[in-house]
């Protein structure tokens, strides 16, 4: 019988408002922040984001309590090993003592890894994730200053001590997770999403989703993270096609980005059976398909063929999307097809065509889910893995 115990850790001191960003001096210099390293990538750069928060950085600079020591822009989307090293050796390069990460999933899961790295005197973070898996229970403060501020509202790493990376070295995306590896600040300004294009929008509020949905539906979730959760989905269905439909609406941007936060603080508080993201991974890993998109058109197929693996927490998902809670197969079905709706409204593919992904890949994908580090926590039997990815896959 279960003692009922459990543990959550919420440690990022979360600042939210529109304009925001004004305050990020302050704020590092709160954390004692001397020399920072601003990480980003570039396409941000491209657009002028990245010159945005540097110049609030260098404008502080005059009264030389804080230093904007260094830019890295040399992220790529997959936030891979290659990108973790080269920004660690320029922090020492520069003598970083404080990190702003400012983008995505991939930004900040690069910052992460590299303030790990600087606490770890690491020169090659692939060091720790040959397993493909590295989980500490336990462990310090890293003494580096490190806010985070989100560009795009899906993937919540701003909130979690838990980082993503692939590893260039084998094409596997490995998992880092360590008390304080989290962001100390999580600064959640609207303002710099407003650029976001439609299709980057839909992808990043179904990862958002996703994360909710499977922080729901996992024997590890408990009051902390089922509130935090529900509270998610709510936000993502009401806001969600308002922030696809009008770009510009600063209230529908704010409320993905709370949403966003607060998915992913309860995934990582509830982390165990995961399959969509077991799938997203090592598609995404094979096939370079960005990680919102392959969550958004994996979780209803996900949820349809493994409809057992769901039944148990048909209550959950019915209040989660205020469907009447009934018979456990047909109410998840409703919720599917309540996701299903919601892709539509998006704009959201409802397969992985545009990818070309051949069927004579089929053993190859089978393997790579098999052999994904989220495999441990919830081995999908083959015959299921080939099910779902001949589904979406394409006649290529």
Known sequence: MSTGYFEFWARTRVHCAVGATVRLPALLVSL????VLLLSDKGLEKIGLVE???????????GNQLQLAGIFTDILPDAGSNSVNAATRYAREIGADAIVALGGGSAMDVAKAVKFALAHDLVDICDVLAAGMRMEVTGQPMGIAHISIPTTAGTGSEMTNGAVVFNDNTGVKAVLQAPYLESDIALLDAQLTLG????????????ALTHAVEALVNATSNPFTDGLALSAVDRILGALPIAVQDGHNLQARQDMLQAASMACLALANALSAAPV???SHALGALYHIPHGRANGVLLPVVMEELIEFYLPYASQ???AFSIPDGEPEATVRKVISRIRHLQQQIGMPADFAQFRIPTSDMERIVKAVASDPLALLYPIPPQKIAAIASRLIGTY
């Open 196 to 207: 976001l294009p439609t299709a980057i929008t839909a992808d990043t509020g179904m990862d």
């Open 32 to 35: 004692g922040a001397k020399r």
């Open 317 to 319: 998902l019915a209040k």
């Open 52 to 62: 945005q928060v540097a110049y609030v950085l260098r404008d502080a600079a005059a």
């Open 277 to 279: 993201h077991n799938c």
